[in-house]
């Protein structure tokens, strides 16, 4: 069994920072890529930011230059640094792996069970 454990959200003024960690445990055989999505209320699920194995990353539009997303494979963990939070940066941010768990290669989607960003002065 897999579990994605995130941890590090809270609440933060408009400016502030606030950084993201996501731990995968159990039985993993290899990670693909990790992520990081984010659900505001009355909103549908939203990418913020990926990373491949290798280490190429990816944003969403509205957090270029704010954000960055990083990764330790030794720890099979990811993070996200958020820098000049922004009020609509507000949501419940989730962390997805593509795991491989056994010999069969296949990277099945995992996901974290979420943690709180409020940004509000």
């Known amino acids: 069994q897999v579990r994605l454990v995130e941890s590090g959200g809270g609440l933060v003024q408009p400016g502030g920072s606030l950084r993201l960690s996501c731990a995968a445990s159990g039985n993993i055989f290899s990670i693909n890529a990790m992520g990081w999505y984010r659900q505001a209320p009355g909103k549908e699920r939203e990418l913020v930011a990926t990373?491949?194995?290798?280490?190429?990353?990816s944003y969403a539009d509205s957090v270029k230059g704010r954000f960055t997303i990083s990764r330790d494979n030794a720890k099979n963990t990811v993070y996200l640094q958020m820098n000049s939070l922004k009020p609509e940066d507000t949501a419940v941010y989730y962390c997805?792996?593509?795991?491989?768990?056994?010999?069969?290669?296949?990277?099945?989607?995992?996901w974290g069970q979420g943690t709180q960003v409020a940004v509000s002065s």
């Open positions: 997805n792996a593509q795991i491989r768990v056994s010999e069969i290669l296949r990277y099945p989607n995992y």
């Open positions: 990373i491949t194995s290798g280490g190429s990353a």
